[in-house]
């Protein structure tokens, strides 16, 4: 296991080398042999979290477990292939069958693919549920930042997705099979991205009740961490290309993310100003953003929210019965159905 071991080392933080092995551990039964990575488990880890804070704000609007689960079991797997297929499509060399096309556990995913795959299966299962985008998007949004950035100190146990060299106080060194097991010190961009997203979760979370229209925080998200990418990408050794170009296509995307998307913040909430002002929509809740760009009329947007949905799937937090309550019922209804076979 000698190729999966990186030295690692912060000479300008006074942190001295030390070696981490990508392999966390092994599980051997019989002929089956499984090599537990840590890059595996610190996704893991941030998958976890990133649920249950969805479970979290979801639970402040009445929208029940189980069905944020539904939203889990179908987004999170389709999430990761489509991390993958992104990952390909940018970088197709070396793809010999269909086999090494999928063998995620070799390398080779790209957080881009993650996002936009996620989103069109959170919308799919929006409009299944009759649940509005907007707010499921809202919830999902700061997820997926603290995901990204515990997830990126996978890319640091891999001793991966490192930047030029550079002789900066924080620089990390690098002994590994990436680097021909020489001694290079480098960005420590994982540790960049990892801490502008931390910064940017702590940022929307306070800001979070201040929102003006459902999906403000989703939008919030995508210009942060499209800011942040299109910079950081720059340093970065192992930048997927925009076919034969030197056009970085992370940098590109999270640069046309910022650029195009923060605009319609600022109209948003300019003319959710407007028109809570002239009475047009009510001051106090945020509003559908398609009313605040005039493409449905805020007495349409009233009658959607009027709709009945399904109450296994949202229900109101003040009428939902106590773990008390519901044993008691449960006692009541058992003795009155053995005085039912008495009286028989």
């Given at each position: 296991?000698?190729?999966?071991?990186?030295?690692?080392?912060?000479?300008?933080?006074?942190?001295?080398?030390?070696e981490?092995?990508?392999?966390?551990?092994?599980?051997?039964?019989?002929?089956?042999?499984?090599?537990?990575?840590?890059?595996?488990?610190?996704?893991?880890?941030?998958?976890?979290?990133?649920?249950f804070?969805?479970?979290?704000?979801?639970?402040?609007?009445?929208?029940?477990?189980?069905?944020?689960?539904?939203?889990?079991?179908?987004?999170?797997?389709?999430?990761?292939?489509?991390?993958?297929?992104?990952?390909?499509?940018?970088?197709?060399?070396?793809?010999?069958?269909?086999?090494?096309?999928?063998?995620?556990?070799n390398?080779?995913?790209?957080?881009?693919?993650?996002?936009?795959?996620?989103?069109?299966?959170?919308?799919?299962v929006?409009?299944?549920?009759?649940?509005?985008?907007?707010?499921?998007?809202?919830?999902?949004?700061?997820?997926?930042?603290?995901?990204?950035?515990?997830?990126?100190?996978?890319?640091?146990?891999?001793?991966?997705?490192?930047?030029?060299?550079?002789?900066?106080?924080?620089?990390?060194?690098?002994?590994?099979?990436?680097?021909?097991?020489?001694?290079?010190?480098?960005?420590?961009?994982?540790?960049?991205?990892?801490?502008?997203?931390?910064?940017?979760?702590?940022?929307?979370?306070?800001?979070?009740?201040?929102?003006?229209?459902?999906?403000?925080?989703?939008?919030?998200?995508?210009?942060?961490?499209?800011?942040?990418?299109?910079?950081?990408?720059?340093?970065?050794?192992?930048?997927?290309?925009?076919?034969?170009?030197?056009?970085?296509?992370?940098?590109?995307?999270?640069?046309?993310?910022?650029?195009?998307?923060?605009?319609?913040?600022?109209?948003?909430?300019?003319?959710?100003a407007?028109?809570?002002?002239?009475?047009?929509?009510?001051?106090?809740?945020?509003?559908?953003?398609?009313?605040?760009?005039?493409?449905?009329?805020?007495?349409?947007?009233?009658?959607?929210?009027?709709?009945?949905?399904?109450?296994?799937?949202?229900?109101?937090?003040?009428?939902?019965?106590?773990?008390?309550?519901?044993?008691?019922?449960n006692?009541?209804?058992?003795?009155?159905?053995?005085?039912?076979?008495?009286e028989?």
């Amino acid at each position: 296991m000698g190729n999966f071991i990186s030295k690692l080392s912060f000479p300008g933080l006074g942190i001295p080398e030390f070696e981490i092995d990508r392999v966390a551990f092994e599980i051997n039964i019989g002929k089956l042999h499984l090599s537990v990575a840590w890059y595996g488990l610190i996704i893991c880890v941030g998958i976890m979290l990133a649920f249950f804070y969805v479970v979290f704000r979801a639970g402040q609007h009445g929208i029940v477990l189980d069905t944020i689960l539904d939203y889990a079991l179908v987004t999170v797997p389709l999430a990761i292939f489509g991390a993958r297929i992104y990952y390909v499509i940018f970088n197709p060399e070396g793809y010999d069958s269909f086999y090494d096309i999928i063998a995620i556990w070799n390398g080779g995913l790209a957080i881009y693919g993650a996002i936009i795959v996620g989103a069109i299966c959170v919308l799919c299962v929006s409009i299944y549920k009759k649940i509005k985008f907007m707010l499921i998007a809202d919830f999902a949004a700061p997820a997926v930042m603290l995901g990204q950035a515990i997830g990126r100190w996978g890319n640091f146990a891999n001793g991966e997705a490192f930047g030029a060299q550079t002789t900066l106080p924080w620089r990390m060194g690098v002994n590994n099979l990436l680097t021909n097991f020489e001694t290079i010190y480098v960005h420590p961009t994982f540790l960049y991205e990892s801490l502008w997203n931390l910064l940017g979760f702590a940022l929307i979370n306070i800001f979070y009740k201040k929102k003006k229209f459902h999906g403000e925080i989703m939008l919030w998200y995508v210009t942060w961490y499209g800011l942040g990418r299109a910079f950081i990408e720059t340093l970065r050794t192992d930048s997927l290309y925009l076919g034969n170009t030197d056009i970085r296509v992370s940098s590109l995307l999270g640069a046309l993310c910022f650029v195009l998307l923060l605009p319609l913040i600022i109209i948003g909430r300019v003319r959710f100003a407007q028109m809570s002002k002239a009475g047009t929509i009510a001051a106090d809740k945020p509003a559908d953003l398609a009313v605040l760009l005039g493409i449905v009329k805020p007495e349409a947007a009233k009658l959607a929210e009027e709709e009945p949905t399904d109450e296994d799937d949202i229900l109101e937090i003040t009428e939902a019965p106590s773990v008390t309550e519901l044993l008691e019922d449960n006692i009541e209804s058992t003795e009155n159905a053995e005085d039912g076979e008495k009286e028989e």
